[in-house]
């Protein structure tokens, strides 16, 4: 670096510090002047970051001008670049070799470059993403691997079809003459004949017959007029309709989408003459409405995305999808896998966001945080110039005037096929540059950039003067709107009526046959057995626990919860529910969502013995986001009027209170539990307490609420019930009292029932209070009978026929100023739950004889993973104290992966690739150990070397195999080691994980004779085998509490468990 920074970099650094200091370099800056002797050192100054932009076209030249207005970012360099992008302001040209990737590299590092963002195709293909990561170099693109749905059109064409994307009808052919005999009989138009390779934009020919199409695959194939892109032809369906480019940013999981934009390929106005690269463009489109884009997001750039994670290939970049609009919807002609050109020229001066930022929080996979804004009301328009010539043989150097008038019009030229010569801007490529101008009219924005064009001069220009015709047409023609473009779909809403109407009929009880369509819903009462009814409604809805069936997309079982929320408070006045109506509200109408909700609503009816006898669908655009939909349900009961609860002039002190188990948490408290959930970094995907075997989170949470109205109903008809409460929201301290008279209240003894785990999980995880825990949840009651002492007995033996039931309290006088409801030993049953949950077996706390309490282990790999198979057959055996919870690898696809999905357990891969230094990817593998609740983490055959803050974390809980027995032999080629040094016995050790490699301390050795004549393969046979015993049984020391790791970094042994 100089011994110098401008006053303005600096500023601009320092003010970049104040506002994202975590991103940041500092460099010491060191001056020539001597006092004393001494080299002066001036304080460090915060820098903002270079920034490597790989290209050399007009894409290059906007990403380089958008990077270049951050103030996180000290200069652009870009290689190659063009004469637009030769020193020009913070942005300048690098004739850094962008072919080599270790050149390239080692470049980053020596020139203090932080980003690399890639701009054209043929470097991605290459691989330059996934070299630079594994440098160490942070790199903005998709992988070698990714990049495949632009670099093979057969494998972009076989994905769309395992994975259901919309696209043309195709077939790939490797014969030319196999091509035109399908072109020929095709029973399709197959007049669309693309090179499946990269061919630079320009592969695809559009022919108008056949013979032209038969042509055109004989000049990719047999003329090579792409080369070996053309070895193998893809041969597809002409679709018609209207052409758009559709793009987004992708962090692997969320995506980002741009504004829809729509690019010229042909030469000449009128959409005539030859293919080119692109000669103009404009977005937004007009022509897409929010419908059309919301189903090219939904069917597929996430399905893309999401399609790709699925099959191992991680996708993080930019994702460009041309699409076709035809009748049938949206369809796929091509992915590209990076901005467009010159669609990038239109896209980037309407987004309003920090384009480094944005690119940053892609890298670090927390794009769902920084989604980007963009120019409301805006259009952009860019007209791009070319050689004379173009697409085929043209000059070069000619020289360019009227760049500055352009300029001063405010309008902005970004340079392609340009170069400087003698003090002049000279044209250097086909498509030379392009002229773009921002305006809130369409029509005003062409004619900006045409009029920038004309001001614009060089020998043979040709440009067209009709970029944006098809939406400029669009804007102009008068049309009225629709209902279904507003956001409304009364077809979808018709479909799911007639889905429905069998699950309603289904539920058809005395009184209601429960058909579904009419404006309003009867009941006949006297037809139900009713003579002196008293007619009962309840209303209620589900909560926030809607928020965590949408996280898991599990729908089925909120239905349940809706009806059991209403049914269950009509019971509280000893009514039957007779019928039940649903409100289904959502901002756009999901038909498959939907009827999973309401045949789970049809289904509770059934269980609760009440009709189904209407409900309301509301498709309110902009009212939700995106899957969002909300619930209410409504029920009606009848009670004769002698039989009404709760009967509180019957009530006394003495009276006692059976408690009903709940199934969980049934629907309320939600909002804390989310909360909870947040604060501990979990998902609804990490593993359950312990307690729930193999279910999630997520299941757990979901578990429905229980209906009691059939099964209780009975019961309280006997007449032994005085009342009935709904532990629903506000738990138990807001709920029971709402059926007691003045001057009484009750005690309650939380030792007298079960308390399921996650109500224990909640309390130690949220540190919830005691008053909390009781006025949010239900702690595992969810309704209360109050009866006389003299039939507690018959009703909770009537009760427990069904549900599982206690007596757990009484009625007692209440004294002025105290609480209602008082809990005895609710903490301490809390804490009594958690503890029985985790004891081992034979415990204290009445663990069925032969469970063991397992240490959850976790185990990282990077290959075959052959101490991992020894370790999964230890952990099989039933005797075992661990379990195996996560196999984590570094690398995809190796067999270690498919020796853990074998056994059934869980796997994950984290790319080490993919991130840009070691204790980023340790971050990482530390957040899946903790969404699995890994206790003990192994390594085998795990070739990183973690970071010091990492092994501190897992300090005592993290073994590792050595293949040598330890202190000797240490490092690399310990059995190399062995056989030089001549000694006889060598082994294996199974120690702690300490910060100095192979330093920890030792838990188990195995050892093994060094025979005459062995090899380094020889020996390293036979010391895997002792690997394979001693790896386990350090396993079981450390799990069973034998071993562990004192605070000195010794081994403290428990004698009496060691055996």
């Known amino acids: 670096m100089n011994g110098h920074v401008s006053d303005a970099a600096e500023k601009q650094a320092l003010k970049a510090k104040n506002r994202h200091p975590s991103r940041l370099k500092i460099y010491q800056i060191h001056s020539p002047g001597l006092i004393c002797g001494l080299t002066i050192t001036t304080p460090a100054v915060t820098m903002a970051e270079r920034v490597l932009v790989i290209g050399s076209g007009g894409r290059e030249h906007a990403l380089a001008w958008k990077l270049a207005q951050s103030p996180f970012v000290l200069q652009v360099l870009v290689a190659p670049g063009n004469a637009g992008t030769a020193e020009n302001g913070k942005i300048s040209n690098s004739a850094v070799s962008v ?103 320009k592969g695809v020919s559009v022919a108008a017959n056949k013979e032209e199409a038969c042509k055109a695959v004989q000049n990719i194939m047999q003329e090579k007029a792409f080369g070996s892109a053309g070895e193998t032809v893809v041969v597809e369906e002409l679709l018609e309709g209207e052409e758009v480019s559709c793009l987004c940013f992708s962090d692997s999981i969320t995506i980002a989408c741009m504004p829809p934009s729509q690019d010229h390929k042909r030469l000449l106005e009128g959409d005539q003459g030859p293919n080119t690269g692109g000669m103009g463009a404009y977005c937004p489109v007009p022509q897409v409405s929010k419908n059309i884009l919301q189903k090219i997001r939904e069917n597929i750039l996430q399905k893309t995305i999401d399609g790709m994670r699925r099959e191992g290939i991680p996708y993080t970049g930019i994702l460009y999808a041309g699409l076709m609009l035809t009748q049938e919807g949206p369809k796929v002609l091509e992915f590209n896998c990076r901005f467009g050109d010159p669609e990038c020229q239109v896209i980037l001066p309407l987004l309003s966001s920090d384009l480094y930022e944005l690119i940053q929080a892609t890298l670090d996979g927390k794009l769902s945080k920084a989604l980007p804004s963009w120019l409301e009301s805006s259009t952009a328009v860019t007209v791009v110039m070319a050689s004379g010539g173009y697409p085929n043989c043209y000059t070069k150097g000619r020289e360019i005037t009227g760049l500055s008038l352009v300029k001063d019009l405010g309008l902005q030229v970004f340079h392609a096929g340009t170069a400087r010569k003698d003090g002049n801007v000279v044209t250097n490529g086909g498509r030379v540059l392009a002229v773009t101008s921002i305006n809130k009219d369409l029509i005003r924005a062409v004619e900006e950039a045409n009029k920038g064009v004309e001001m614009i001069q060089f020998q043979d220009a040709v440009y067209r003067k009709d970029i944006a015709h098809q939406a400029i047409a669009f804007v102009k023609r008068s049309r009225g709107l629709t209902y279904k473009e507003s956001g409304v779909d009364i077809a979808a809403g018709n479909a799911l009526v007639h889905s429905i109407k069998p699950l309603a009929v289904a539920t058809s009880r005395p009184g209601c046959n429960a058909e579904l369509g009419g404006f309003a819903g009867t009941f006949d009462l006297k037809a139900a057995g009713y003579s002196d009814p008293i007619l009962v409604s309840g209303t209620d809805g589900v909560g926030t626990k809607l928020q965590i069936a949408q996280m898991c997309n599990k729908h089925d079982s909120l239905g349940q919860d809706l009806v059991a929320m209403c049914v269950n408070d009509v019971l509280a006045q000893g009514a039957e529910p007779l019928f039940f109506l649903d409100y289904f509200s959502c901002g756009k109408l999901d038909v498959d969502t939907a009827q999973t909700v309401i045949a789970g609503i049809a289904e509770a009816c059934k269980i609760a013995g009440c009709a189904l006898l209407g409900g309301e669908t509301s498709e309110m655009p902009g009212m939700y986001s995106l899957g969002q939909y909300d619930l209410a349900g409504f029920a009606v009961g009848a009670v004769e009027r002698g039989q009404m609860l709760p009967k509180l002039e019957h009530i006394c002190a003495g009276d006692v209170l059976i408690g009903v188990a709940s199934s969980g948490l049934h629907s309320n408290g939600f909002s804390l539990v989310r909360s909870i959930l947040k604060k501990t970094s979990l998902q609804c995907s990490s593993p359950a307490p312990s307690s729930y075997g193999s279910q999630t989170l997520g299941d757990v949470l979901l578990t429905p609420t229980r209906i009691y109205a059939k099964a209780l109903l009975p019961i309280l008809r006997q007449g032994f019930v005085k009342a009935y409460a709904h532990i629903t929201g506000g738990g138990l301290l807001e709920n029971i009292p709402r059926v007691l008279p003045k001057g009484l209240g009750v005690t309650l003894d939380a030792s007298l029932w079960k308390i399921p785990e996650i109500f224990s999980w909640l309390q130690r995880s949220g540190i919830l209070s005691e008053e909390e825990m009781a006025r949010t949840f239900n702690c595992g009651v969810g309704a209360v009978l109050i009866v006389d002492k003299e039939n507690a007995e018959v009703v909770l033996r009537n009760v427990r026929g069904c549900y599982e039931a206690w007596i757990v309290g009484s009625v007692v006088l209440h004294k002025t100023g105290c609480e209602k409801v008082a809990i005895k030993n609710l903490m301490k049953t809390l804490h009594l739950s958690q503890q029985a949950d985790e004891s081992d077996a034979g415990g204290e706390l009445g663990q069925c004889e032969g469970q063991t309490r397992k240490m959850r282990v976790g185990v990282l790999i990077s290959g075959t993973g052959t101490n991992l198979q020894a370790i999964i057959e230890h952990t099989k055996d039933p005797a075992s104290h661990a379990e195996i919870v996560v196999v984590i690898s570094n690398k995809i696809g190796v067999e270690g992966l498919k020796k853990a999905s074998r056994a059934g357990i869980p796997t994950r891969v984290i790319d080490h690739k993919l991130f840009g230094s070691r204790s980023e990817f340790d971050s990482a593998v530390d957040q899946v150990l903790q969404e699995f609740s890994v206790e003990l983490v192994c390594l085998a055959g795990f070739m990183r070397i973690l970071s010091g803050p990492f092994v501190k974390k897992w300090n005592g809980k993290l073994l590792n195999v050595h293949p040598s027995l330890l202190p000797s032999f240490k490092g690399v080629n310990a059995h190399k080691q062995v056989l030089q040094a001549g000694v006889q016995v060598t082994g294996c050790t199974v120690h702690f994980v300490a910060e100095e490699v192979d330093n920890g301390a030792i838990i188990a050795q195995k050892v093994v004779p060094v025979k005459v004549g062995d090899t380094e393969e020889m020996l390293s046979e036979r010391v895997k085998e002792a690997e394979h015993m001693a790896y386990p049984a350090a396993i079981h020391l450390v799990a069973t509490g034998a071993v562990c790791l004192g605070e000195d970094g010794k081994i403290c042994w428990k004698v009496q468990d060691s055996s």
């Not at 160490?136 to 670099?151: D, H, I, M, N, Y």
């Not at 003459?177 to 390779?197: D, H, R, T, Y």
């Open 99 to 201: 072919s080599n990737h270790a050149i390239l590299a080692q470049y980053c590092k020596d020139h203090n470059i932080g980003l690399v963002v890639v701009g054209p195709e043929a470097p991605l293909a290459a691989g330059i993403v996934d070299d630079l990561m594994a440098a160490g170099v942070r790199c903005f693109g998709p992988s070698a691997k990714a990049t495949q749905l632009e670099a093979s059109k057969c494998f972009a064409k076989d994905f769309m079809d395992r994975h259901g994307i919309p696209t043309a009808r195709w077939k790939a052919f490797t014969d030319p003459e196999e091509a035109c005999s399908f072109i020929q009989c095709a029973e399709f138009p197959a007049l669309v004949v693309k090179a499946s390779g990269l061919a630079a934009g």
